[in-house]
């Protein structure tokens, strides 16, 4: 019944997001509102149900509290599916009782609902946002925060699991493209943290469209009996550096600074960071998916969208609720300044910690993994700290 209950709460939702000019006019003052924006398949998937559910839980857990959060009950209004050009374009209920938006798009809709929130002073909580720059160099748009580290957290990661495997006197080097922008950034930081820990990597810098440049470089490392070779090149770039080893038959092994996905399976032994490809085997979420059946009978398919959309609710609730007491209206600029600091926001077995420095995770559990038998095979999990964002001359 609770389920059913749920359920037709989540459509009415959605029926009242046609209707924007209804919902400012009909809710109480002490209703706020939160604006969800679908993951990219849209509400019906494993994935989009279960942010939904999660979402139900909250919802109901603040109404039934007898004081709500900062006073206030909250409806989480989930939005029909968008891309980028609907969401910049489509109307948005943005009134004076929205208290955020949350995202669970793609980093292209994610990019343009920054932009076209960006003097509304609407908090914006992401519920990824690796691939999502809103920092550039002068600190973080005030308005928008993620639960992921930029994709510059390789960085330190490498460093750091350099640091552990690799001794001082191993051949480092580093390989990237001088054409793109976050290849020369990345490696250059990387380089300065490899510096850092003692070793004296080799960078070198190639036009990633000549094949030949990859020969000319396997044949340089090919004087070294063994070493690792960082590539910043991304994927067409990064596999063929491999395919050049793999003809050597070199002792050489590659560490791939890019996002591992299903294309990389056929590289045995290229090894990569990545802060979010174990968290369903690995990431504890187990606990919160039994925390709602218990309390509530409901059921959660996917358990990693269901910790993101937990811990956004919970950064919500966090943030309005160190705001003085009571709250009689909805001061955003208080709230944005309060959601900086929020601590302890449960991740599954992880807790973060929101820096105003970045307004992401202070750190985030990283984990190393390596390709073997057409799999992805973890070697060691270590805590990073999340950069600032600074450019590189």
């Not at 003052?29 to 990219?40: A, E």
């Not at 599916?81 to 948005?92: F, G, I, T, W, Y």
């Not at 160190?322 to 909805?330: G, M, S, T």
């Not at 900086?340 to 910690?353: A, M, N, S, Y």
Request: proline residues 6%; hydrophobic residues 45%; glycine residues 8%.
């Amino acid at each position: 019944m609770k389920n059913k209950f749920c359920c037709m709460s989540l459509v009415l939702t959605i029926i009242l997001m046609w209707a924007p000019d209804a919902l400012c006019a009909a809710g109480p003052s002490w209703l706020w509102n939160v604006l969800v924006i679908p993951p990219r398949d849209g509400w019906e998937t494993d994935v989009g149900k279960s942010i939904a559910t999660v979402l139900s839980w909250h919802e109901l857990e603040i109404g039934e509290s007898g004081y709500g959060t900062g006073g206030h009950d909250v409806r989480f209004n989930l939005l029909p599916p968008m891309d980028e050009d609907s969401v910049l374009k489509a109307p948005l209920p943005v009134d004076e009782k929205t208290a955020a938006v949350m995202s669970f798009a793609a980093p292209e809709v994610d990019r343009a609902l920054i932009a076209r929130m960006a003097k509304t002073g609407v908090p914006i909580l992401l519920s990824g946002g690796e691939e999502v720059l809103f920092d550039k160099g002068t600190g973080p748009a005030r308005n928008v925060f993620a639960l992921d580290l930029y994709r510059d957290y390789r960085c330190p990661a490498f460093a750091l699991y350099a640091a552990k495997t690799v001794t001082p006197e191993a051949h480092l080097a580093l390989i990237a493209s001088r054409f793109a922008v976050n290849q020369e950034r990345e490696a250059k930081i990387t380089y300065g943290f490899l510096d850092e820990a003692g070793f004296m990597p080799l960078p070198f810098w190639v036009d990633a469209s000549t094949r030949n440049t990859f020969d000319m470089v396997s044949q340089e490392i090919e004087s070294s009996a063994d070493g690792v070779m960082l590539s910043f090149l991304g994927n067409m770039g990064s596999r063929e550096m491999w395919r050049s080893f793999m003809r050597l038959n070199t002792k050489w092994r590659l560490w791939n600074c890019s996002s591992p996905d299903e294309s990389y399976l056929s590289s045995r032994g290229m090894i990569f960071a990545d802060q979010n490809l174990f968290l369903k085997e690995h990431g504890g979420f187990m606990g919160l998916k039994h925390r709602i059946w218990t309390t509530r009978a409901m059921h959660i398919s996917d358990i990693v969208a269901a910790g993101r959309a937990n811990a956004l609710a919970e950064l919500l609730k966090r943030g309005i609720d160190a705001l003085p007491q009571p709250i009689d209206v909805l001061d955003r600029s208080a709230l944005l300044q309060s959601l900086e600091t929020v601590q302890g926001i449960p991740f599954g077995l992880q807790t973060l910690d929101i820096v105003p420095e970045t307004h992401r995770p202070r750190t985030r559990q990283v984990y190393i993994t390596e390709v073997s038998n057409g799999a992805y095979v973890l070697l060691e999990t270590l805590p990073v700290t999340g950069l600032v964002y600074t450019t590189i001359d």
